[in-house]
Structures are given as structure tokens and as C-alpha cells.
């Protein structure tokens, strides 16, 4: 019997030594010096680790399935101004605790320090960027998640950079919790239904903080965009909703806190716009719920276009704006109800919380300066008063727009 158990044993033994490891480790000078050889080495499902270092390499291309690739001590991959970094055309990898950079500039190549192509499920995390033309590139993904990446660019022109995190025909994707500085864009989804961008911060890009279009049925939740070139825009998209997000300080005579263009049957809830020169422009944008949102220290809070219809204000504050609702149009198509005006000179007498007599937020001098901006230079002087105070009394120049219900306390 003990020699039969010893037999076992040793069987046991030589079968786990047959076996092939599950981790594979990158360290330089040692058997494995490249991310390349332990690629060519690996199966699906083994796990890559990558030591501290400086690795430059051609680029890296992922085929094996279910991959996942960790950096111990964010190891340096360096694109040598040349070319991509790490390509992946395969399921369910995990890229993870990885540096790029250096990618260089091409005006022929949407060149990306990490590219996932026609693949399904993969996992991007945890990874730093810097100077990439394109940091990360999801080509015809579904189901792929970006999440906690560091991305910097310290291109000076518009020309000079691509986007930080870019989406083309990736449905299904989450994008969480991101910091993109000095992009063109900072994340740009097109044709990517069904797409989640929650919790990122995006500031200081050249263009837009955020610029998405042909992705219906999306979700914008608790991103803060600040200070990007033209602010943010949306655009060619349905049911698309939009909740707790900041847009914040986009200044510029072609900056928008938020651009909304052909935008149907939406929500915009609980954001924030605040110190953009326009909060936020209608263009084409009809049957939005507009609710909650809080409208601080902007030169336009709002811009209606004559194509924006059939849109609902409700429950938002109005304060510190040059102008609160401005529009093009004699007759607007959209209605506020319930909303809170610092501007707001009314009474309560029947004390329901809500004011006896409607507030018209659109003055006068907004429609000279709508076709005349260069009258701004008169918008604190004591001549705007007096007409914005005559309109208000006898209006009949302004559009017949009307709050019935004005707050007569900010709800927030």
C-alpha cells in the first residue's frame, strides 16, 4: 500500500510540473525581457505581470482571449513618438496598472497609446497616460468597461492632440471615474447606444469636455466638466438623460456649458451649470424634461433656438445670470413652470409658495444684444434697467414666454 500511495504522489507531481503556469512575469534582463515574448508565450485566461520599468518595444499586438495584463509599479511603455502602443483583438482581456506614453503625432492615423478592436467584455483600468495623440481607442467593442485611467496631454494646439477616451461603434459601454486633461476631446462616444459615462472628471481639453453623437438611449451621471475649450457638446441622439453632472466655466464666444443639437425625448436632471459664458443651448432639441437643475453666475443661463420645441422647465434655479432665458424666436414652443428667479419681484398673497403675478425671464436687452452683441458693453448701464423695467410692466416686444408659477424661495 505505501508504495502504491508513493506512486500516486509522484504522479500527482510530474503532472502539476507538465502543467503550464498561470502567471507569466516581464522583467527586464531576466527570460522574459518584453510584453511581446510573454504575449507569444501566453494561453487564455493566464494573468501577465509586469515589473517596474521602462519598456520600449514595437507595437504590441493581443490576440489570446481572456488575457489579463497587471503592472507592478506602473511600468513605462514608451511609443517613441512612433507608433501605437498595445493593439488588442481579443475577448475579455484586462489591460491594468499600466503607463503610456509618447505616442507621437500623425495627421493620417488615429494613432492610440491603447487600441481595443472588434473585441467583446474587455476591462481597461487603473492606467496612466501622458501624451498620447489618442489614449485609449475602443473600435467596434461591446460591453467593454473604462475605469480609474489618468490621462494627460500636453499638446498646445487642437491639431496637436486626439481624444482621451474615444468610442466608435462600442455599445455597451461603461466609462467610470476617469481624470482627461489636455485632450482635444476628452471622451467622445459616436455610435455607441446604450453607453454609461458616470463619475469622470474632464477639464482643460482643447474642444470638448464631453462630445457624443448618433449614441441614443445613453447616461451622463456625476461627470464634472470644467474649463474645456467649447464646453460640452451632444449631439443627433434620443433618450438620452443627463443627472448631477457639473458643467462649469466654459467660457468663449463659441463655449457652451452644454451644447444640445437634434436631441429628442431626454432628461436633464440635478446638474449644474455654473460660470459658462451660455449654460446651456437648444438647437433643434425638442420634448426634454428639464427639472432640478441649478443655473448660477452664467452670461446666457439659457438659449433657446426657434427649432427647440416642446420642452419642460421645472423646479430650477435661476441666480447671478447676465440673462437668464434667451431666444431668437417670438414665440417659444417650451414652457417653465415652477421655477425660482433671483430676478423675481412678486408677491404670495394666498401664501401657496408660489408667486401671484408670472415672471417673464426673457428682458428686452436680451433681444437687442441676441442681434446686436456688441451693445454688451452696455449691459450694466442704467439705460438697460429702465427698459428691461418698461418691458416688464408693458411687454410687447419680448416673446410671450412666461414662469405662471414662479418659487418665491429657491428649493435648494
Known amino acids: 500500500m505505501l508504495g502504491l ?170 466609462v467610470e471615474g476617469n481624470t482627461v486633461r489636455g485632450q482635444r476631446d476628452g471622451i467622445y462616444f459616436e455610435f455607441s447606444d446604450g453607453s454609461v459615462a458616470a463619475a469622470n472628471v474632464s477639464e482643460g481639453n482643447r474642444r470638448y469636455g464631453l462630445h457624443f453623437m448618433f449614441s441614443d438611449s445613453c447616461r451622463y451621471e456625476r461627470n464634472t466638466f470644467r474649463a474645456n475649450g467649447a464646453g460640452v457638446a451632444v449631439m443627433y441622439s434620443k433618450h438620452v438623460v443627463m443627472d448631477g453632472n457639473g458643467f462649469l466655466d466654459a467660457t468663449g464666444s463659441g463655449a457652451y456649458g452644454l451644447l444640445l443639437k437634434e436631441i429628442t425625448d431626454g432628461a436633464l436632471v440635478r446638474n449644474r451649470f455654473e460660470g459658462n459664458s451660455v449654460g446651456l443651448f437648444l438647437e433643434g432639441a425638442s420634448r426634454l424634461d428639464i427639472r432640478d437643475n441649478d443655473f448660477r453666475r452664467n452670461g446666457w443661463a439659457v438659449r433657446l433656438m426657434a427649432d427647440a420645441e416642446d420642452s419642460h422647465f421645472r423646479g430650477n434655479v435661476f441666480s447671478g445670470n447676465a440673462f437668464d432665458v434667451a431666444t431668437n424666436s417670438r414665440t417659444l414652443r417650451s414652457d417653465f413652470v415652477g421655477n425660482w428667479w433671483d430676478a423675481y419681484r412678486g408677491y404670495d398673497l394666498d401664501r401657496d409658495g408660489t408667486g401671484d403675478v408670472p415672471f417673464r425671464p426673457v428682458r428686452l436687452f436680451a433681444l437687442v444684444a441676441e442681434r446686436h452683441p456688441e451693445t454688451l458693453l452696455l449691459l450694466r448701464a442704467p439705460v438697460t434697467a429702465v427698459l428691461d423695467a418698461a418691458e416688464r410692466v408693458f411687454p410687447v416686444l419680448t416673446p410671450q414666454v412666461a414662469d405662471e408659477r414662479p418659487l418665491m424661495r429657491a428649493p435648494r
Open 5 to 174: 500511495a508513493v506512486l500516486a504522489a509522484a504522479g500527482q507531481l510530474a503532472a502539476q510540473d507538465a502543467s503550464p503556469a498561470r502567471t507569466l512575469l516581464v522583467r527586464p534582463g531576466s527570460a522574459l525581457p518584453t510584453l511581446t515574448a510573454a504575449v507569444a508565450r501566453a494561453r487564455p485566461g493566464m494573468t501577465i505581470r509586469v515589473a517596474a520599468g521602462e519598456y520600449r518595444e514595437p507595437t504590441i499586438l493581443v490576440t489570446v482571449p481572456r488575457l489579463t495584463i497587471v503592472g507592478d509599479g506602473a511600468p513605462a511603455f514608451d511609443g517613441e513618438g512612433t507608433h501605437e502602443i498595445l493593439v488588442v483583438r481579443a475577448d475579455g482581456v484586462t489591460v491594468r496598472g499600466l503607463t503610456f506614453r509618447n505616442t507621437g503625432v500623425s495627421q493620417m492615423q488615429d494613432r492610440a497609446a491603447l487600441r481595443v478592436a472588434e473585441a467583446r467584455d474587455c476591462r481597461i483600468e487603473s492606467n496612466i497616460f501622458r501624451d498620447a495623440l489618442f489614449a485609449i481607442y475602443l473600435q467596434r467593442t461591446t460591453g467593454c468597461v473604462v475605469r480609474g485611467n489618468d490621462i494627460r496631454a500636453s499638446g498646445a494646439e487642437e491639431t496637436r492632440n486626439g481624444n482621451g477616451i474615444h468610442l466608435w461603434y462600442s455599445p455597451g459601454t461603461r
